[in-house]
């Protein structure tokens, strides 16, 4: 028996398969493919800020590292190392690592920091890749937004200034948290196989009710950011004060966290969640009041008028011609 089969749908099939063909991706290399996000890694953040979430990460790890460890060792049995040996062991180790990597990534250790240091426009301040940037995102934060535009007008610097602004906001501080939070998880997976048989490596939880354990949280860490604002060249010794006597008060009552990533670290490594959107709220909260409290209270600084601000702009790249090695940032 002889079939007649249809033109047409033969021209469709054809055309479906030349379509099919004609989509088709040559597949790309893995070193192309690395090679490309590695372009656009430099493309969408300063230079040199890989060296700075390296050092999160490192400094992060070793945070919780010794803090856990330690409370987990007091925990388990105080004759090994006392609830107030545990205190200054987590004091000490924030001073450490202040400076250490301070002058590298800020050795902020906190999600909650670096929140409440963007949210007053003190971070970033050494990723910007320029003098000019420089320039104008310094003069930003000490005007404003609005009189910075106004004053500095349509042109190259204001572009940058607004995109670097931009950037901060919506890239660099989820890259710092993400590289604590990393660290953080590290050690305590770490404390995990160390410290084995005990269960919970310095987890943290409310030792009454949760409203009381959220107001310790705000308070401790409210005053540690206060301190954090305030001090200059003995931040580390200052800052690790704080933490430390804070952790005393706070210990009993709530763990005295003060450190969403400290916390959640340890909570993942050991599943143990009890309560653990207070110290993840009561961080933020706190960092965020100590921080706002002191740019409220600190005494205000006298703004350069835009034309000694150009002359500066114009004095400094004279200058870094002939000393190259010289950080922008401390001409000003």
């Not at 939070?181 to 409310?206: D, E, F």
């Not at 206060?226 to 933490?243: D, H, I, N, Q, Y």
Request: some cysteine.
């Amino acid at each position: 028996m002889a079939t007649n089969v249809n033109p047409n749908l033969k021209s469709q099939t054809d055309q479906r398969h030349i379509e099919l063909v004609s989509v088709e991706i040559p597949a790309v290399s893995y070193k192309k493919k690395l090679s490309l996000v590695w372009k656009s890694f430099g493309e969408l953040y300063p230079p040199g800020f890989l060296r700075k979430v390296v050092a999160e990460i490192i400094a992060t790890y070793l945070l919780v590292f010794v803090t856990c460890g330690s409370a987990s060792l007091s925990a388990n049995d105080e004759h090994k190392v006392a609830k107030l040996g545990a205190s200054v062991a987590g004091g000490l180790i924030v001073t450490v690592m202040i400076y250490a990597v301070g002058h590298i990534s800020g050795a902020h250790m906190n999600p909650a920091v670096t929140l409440a240091f963007s949210a007053t426009r003190h971070f970033p301040w050494r990723q910007v890749s320029s003098i000019d940037n420089v320039i104008v995102y310094r003069h930003i934060t000490l005007v404003g937004w609005g009189r910075a535009l106004d004053s500095l007008g349509p042109g190259p610097n204001c572009d940058q200034s607004m995109k670097w602004h931009g950037l901060t906001l919506t890239l660099l501080v989820p890259m710092y948290a993400a590289a604590q939070l990393t660290g953080a998880i590290s050690a305590a997976l770490t404390l995990r196989v160390l410290l084995h048989p005990i269960q919970r490596v310095g987890t943290t939880s409310p030792a009454g009710t949760e409203l009381q354990a959220l107001i310790m949280e705000i308070v401790v860490t409210f005053s540690m950011m206060f301190v954090t604002s305030a001090v200059g060249e003995l931040a580390g010794v200052a800052v690790g004060s704080a933490v430390c006597i804070t952790s005393i008060l706070a210990g009993p009552v709530s763990g005295g966290s003060m450190n969403p990533a400290r916390t959640i670290g340890p909570a993942i490594a050991s599943s143990y969640y009890k309560g653990i959107w207070v110290y993840v709220v009561g961080p933020v909260t706190g960092t965020l009041m100590g921080a706002w409290a002191y740019s409220f209270i600190r005494e205000p600084v006298h703004v350069m008028s835009l034309p000694s601000l150009s002359f500066k702009l114009h004095q400094m790249k004279s200058n870094d011609s002939q000393v190259p090695d010289k950080d922008p940032l401390d001409s000003l």
